[in-house]
């Protein structure tokens, strides 16, 4: 009965936001707005499958609902085209960041063309799919142009996100229970993608610490995406608050606490110095010296905290982990050893769908899978890697360039959610298959190319 109730529920959200973007992208030719579509679905994206499976039993629907966030993708990309009155005229300017972008694209379909690896051509499809879908993201964000209103509202979509997740953390933690224990999670996670449940509730992994006490995912697919995506909500919510009056502030604290709240209920470590590193690199790069101090004060508390008041589990959870004598931390060595010795024994890669912990990736043939750059560096070899690395460092930097000579203000918010995220985010990439993480990955690539495209008009109104 729970079931069939969160079916429909689930429904409800799910058909009218479906509806109403399908509506303005096939009739009005608004193909942007499929960007709306993917900040309000993805970070519920698991959970509604897992919800589908339990109420139907079977994998039919969950396909299609699987696909359904791609589709939509691929066909924001067909309208855009379709709409275009002189397709052939339209003038594309390409610079450094859209070279970059393609030349990882291209060089991944020549991955999936060579007879490399271990897997299937069906699996190098779909891990080609997984890596061509953001692309086509950051391309949609390099064509949009939004008014002020229509940024407004991508904001507060990404504002009701943090609250909501933080929301839902605070009855988890009052009910000391786990969502995922009633949405089907286990049983979807057992059938469609062939993972038995682990840990001591039933889950996975992730959804503990080593004390064995929770951890928890709200809405998400899991902690890890939870704390990772919650870098986004802090940021959005931080450069507004920034760029507001402060008679107009409190919305945007508190989807700054939310945000802070959601890392804690999650307790992942990378994420926990992640946001650390994104409040240095926004106080350094913006010369907020007032975030420079609030950072300090927060390290020098969690210091204090540790040492003088924490139980002696959590003294030694921290100890460990700094010394990489925590178990988790020495798996990820471990991965990231056995990664690095398949790139030295083959610099040019082995195959896409040989690394990483995406569907497609069988465990048999899994070489590493704990680190974004080695997981691209053993598929695509060093030129992969580098190219990848590139095209994060180049982003940023854009985008810090972006904001600061920009003259309009949506434009410049969201050039600095864009920076602050991607540097957020390279600490989790040492430590996961972070670009797995759908929400945080898609929406800040299209802020990406939605900043490239400012840069573009910067360049010509310097020229």
């Known amino acids: 009965m729970i079931a069939q109730i969160l079916f429909i529920l689930a429904l409800l959200g799910y058909a009218p936001l479906l509806y109403y973007t399908l509506k303005a992208m096939v009739f009005k030719g608004k193909w942007e707005y499929v960007v709306f579509f993917l900040a309000a679905y993805l970070p519920f994206h698991i959970t509604f499958l897992s919800i589908v499976f339990q109420a139907t039993s079977s994998a039919i629907p969950v396909t299609f609902f699987q696909l359904a966030k791609d589709l939509m993708v691929i066909l924001s990309v067909l309208v855009?085209?379709?709409?275009?009155?002189?397709?052939?005229?339209?003038?594309?300017?390409?610079?450094?960041?859209?070279?970059?972008?393609?030349?990882?694209?291209?060089?991944?379909?020549?991955?999936?063309?060579?007879?490399?690896?271990?897997?299937?051509?069906?699996?190098?499809?779909?891990?080609?799919?997984?890596?061509?879908?953001?692309?086509?993201?950051?391309?949609?964000?390099?064509?949009?142009?939004?008014?002020?209103?229509?940024?407004?509202?991508?904001?507060?979509?990404?504002?009701?996100?943090?609250?909501?997740?933080?929301?839902?953390?605070?009855?988890?933690?009052?009910?000391?229970?786990?969502?995922?224990?009633?949405?089907?999670?286990?049983?979807?996670?057992?059938?469609?993608?062939?993972?038995?449940?682990?840990?001591?509730?039933?889950?996975?992994?992730?959804?503990?610490?080593?004390?064995?006490?929770?951890?928890?995912?709200?809405?998400?697919?899991?902690?890890?995406?939870?704390?990772?995506?919650?870098?986004?909500?802090?940021?959005?919510?931080?450069?507004?608050?920034?760029?507001?009056?402060?008679?107009?502030?409190?919305?945007?604290?508190l989807v700054m606490a939310s945000a802070m709240g959601s890392l804690f209920f999650a307790g992942s470590r990378a994420a926990f110095a992640a946001f650390f590193?994104?409040?240095?690199?926004?106080?350094?790069?913006?010369?907020?010296?007032?975030?420079?101090?609030?950072?300090?004060?927060?390290?020098?508390?969690?210091?204090?905290f540790v040492i003088f008041f924490a139980s002696e589990d959590f003294y030694y959870f921290v100890v460990d982990t700094l010394t990489f004598q925590n178990a988790s931390s020495v798996?990820?060595?471990?991965?990231?050893?056995?990664?690095?010795?398949?790139?030295?024994?083959?610099?040019?890669?082995?195959?896409?769908?040989?690394?990483?912990?995406?569907?497609?990736?069988?465990e048999d043939a899994r070489i590493g899978g704990e680190n974004q750059f080695l997981i691209y560096g053993v598929q695509m070899g060093f030129l992969g890697m580098f190219l990848y690395i590139f095209l994060l460092g180049f982003s940023i930097r854009r985008s810090i360039k972006v904001f600061r000579e920009t003259e309009n203000v949506m434009s410049a918010r969201i050039a600095f959610t864009a920076a602050a995220v991607k540097t957020g985010l390279l600490l989790p990439l040492f430590t996961a298959n972070a670009e797995l993480y759908t929400y945080v990955s898609w929406i800040s690539w299209w802020m990406v190319g939605y900043t490239m495209n400012e840069y573009s008009k910067i360049l010509k109104e310097n020229a």
């Open 277 to 304: 590193i994104m409040i240095f690199f926004i106080a350094v790069i913006f010369k907020l010296n007032r975030l420079i101090l609030f950072g300090f004060s927060l390290v020098l508390l969690f210091v204090i």
């Open 80 to 253: 855009f085209v379709f709409y275009q009155r002189k397709i052939f005229e339209y003038p594309f300017r390409l610079h450094f960041v859209d070279w970059l972008v393609l030349s990882f694209i291209g060089l991944a379909f020549l991955f999936l063309l060579l007879p490399l690896g271990d897997t299937t051509i069906v699996n190098k499809a779909l891990y080609f799919k997984n890596l061509l879908i953001p692309a086509m993201v950051y391309f949609i964000g390099r064509n949009t142009v939004f008014e002020d209103l229509e940024v407004r509202r991508l904001f507060q979509v990404i504002f009701v996100i943090a609250v909501s997740a933080f929301s839902v953390n605070i009855l988890e933690g009052l009910l000391n229970t786990h969502l995922q224990n009633y949405t089907g999670y286990a049983l979807f996670n057992q059938v469609v993608n062939n993972m038995e449940p682990s840990g001591n509730f039933g889950l996975s992994w992730t959804f503990e610490t080593q004390a064995v006490t929770k951890r928890f995912a709200s809405f998400f697919s899991d902690p890890l995406e939870l704390a990772s995506s919650v870098l986004l909500g802090f940021a959005a919510g931080l450069i507004w608050f920034l760029t507001s009056k402060r008679e107009d502030a409190f919305p945007y604290l």
């Open 331 to 362: 798996g990820h060595v471990l991965e990231w050893l056995n990664a690095l010795e398949s790139m030295i024994e083959n610099p040019l890669g082995v195959g896409l769908a040989m690394s990483g912990n995406s569907g497609s990736v069988s």
